[in-house]
């Protein structure tokens, strides 16, 4: 018997190593191990170490890992957190012997993800040589300089190149997880998740990693009245001075204001809500394309088309045919 115990399902490895965050361990298992479809288990996830046993965290309590690399041979995701102990991918750029041969098992095609600064290992294997990539904010002045093949943007959440893909810390480890989620199952599912979890179901990868003011300055009005506003009547052509009459400011104040609080700029973020809006239409009804453009707000089928295909490499229809099978 094989490491994965459930044929049909989606198999992810989550490989750590010493040094781990206890939470970014969690992220994946929480993620991946409760997406469901008609009640059945949509991932098998399980976790690996280069060698099986205990595995220190950055806190006062081990890991026992029973699996080894083996793993990483029958996964179709792979998973790898930070780790605050260092190794040759954090002080010299060059992956460890050991780590690699583990990775060199990983199947062709196989997609690779990073949390926080496991994006360091994913750049000592070459995995990430000519593409987007991002990690912690604190650490880019390091990966800059042990990595410069590597087209680094460290202000965004996640960034997805092929089949590597990358986010910035902790929480943008949800936001990762979640859209590997939404793209290989849906909207709807990956919303379930979220909704369960208790975390927001989309934040775009473009957005800023950190955002000045988390919480708005006291007394300070807040722009969620507009947000909710903008969620009713998506269908309908919206500007920014309507967003920002909805919240009694001017143009200039709401957009610095919607900025601090959500992290985008209120255009990026109507456009993402759209699309989502358009993703649930195109997985959950039959409505026509031009249908679908109208009621996501994009006005025609063209428009839509457009910004799907910026957005997601592929075109309403082709989308539609992978969650249907028509």
């Known amino acids: 018997m094989g490491v994965f115990q459930h044929p049909g399902r989606h198999r992810v490895a989550v490989l750590v190593r010493h040094g781990l965050l206890p939470?970014?361990?969690g992220i994946p298992h929480r993620v991946f191990g409760t997406a469901k479809s008609s009640g059945e288990r949509l991932y098998e996830v399980v976790t690996c170490a280069v060698e099986p046993g205990e595995v220190r965290t950055d806190t006062d309590v081990t890991v026992n890992v029973p699996h080894g690399p083996e793993a990483l041979a029958e996964a179709d995701t792979v998973v790898v957190p930070s780790a605050h102990e260092s190794d040759e991918s954090w002080t010299s750029g060059r992956l460890p012997g050991a780590l690699a041969d583990a990775l060199a098992l990983m199947p062709v095609g196989a997609r690779i993800a990073s949390i926080c600064t496991g994006s360091f290992v994913l750049a000592a294997a070459g995995l990430l040589d000519g593409k987007r990539a991002t990690t912690h904010w604190d650490a880019a002045e390091r990966f800059r300089r042990l990595y410069p093949r590597v087209r680094l943007e460290p202000e965004v959440l996640y960034t997805e190149d092929g089949d590597v893909l990358t986010s910035a810390g902790v929480a943008s480890g949800f936001d990762l997880c979640?859209?590997?989620?939404?793209?290989?199952?849906?909207?709807?599912?990956a919303n379930r998740v979220a909704r369960r979890a208790v975390v927001?179901?989309?934040?775009?990868?473009g957005q800023a990693q950190f955002i000045e003011r988390l919480i708005p300055e006291p007394g300070a009005t807040s722009t969620g009245k507009a947000r909710v506003w903008a969620l009713e009547r998506l269908h309908e052509p919206l500007t920014l001075r309507q967003l920002a009459d909805c919240e009694a400011m001017s143009?200039?104040?709401f957009t610095r204001r919607f900025r601090e609080e959500v992290g985008t700029s209120p255009q990026r973020w109507l456009l993402s809500r759209r699309l989502e809006r358009a993703r649930h239409l195109l997985e959950r009804s039959d409505e026509s394309i031009d249908r679908v453009a109208a009621d996501a707000g994009f006005g025609s089928a063209s428009s839509l088309r457009l910004h799907f295909q910026a957005a997601l490499g592929v075109s309403p229809s082709a989308y539609r045919r992978t969650f249907t099978g028509g």
Do not use: I, K, Q
């Open 251 to 253: 143009v200039r104040t």
């Open 178 to 189: 979640l859209h590997m989620t939404r793209v290989d199952f849906g909207v709807a599912v």
């Open 200 to 205: 927001p179901p989309h934040r775009d990868g």
């Open 23 to 25: 939470v970014e361990l």
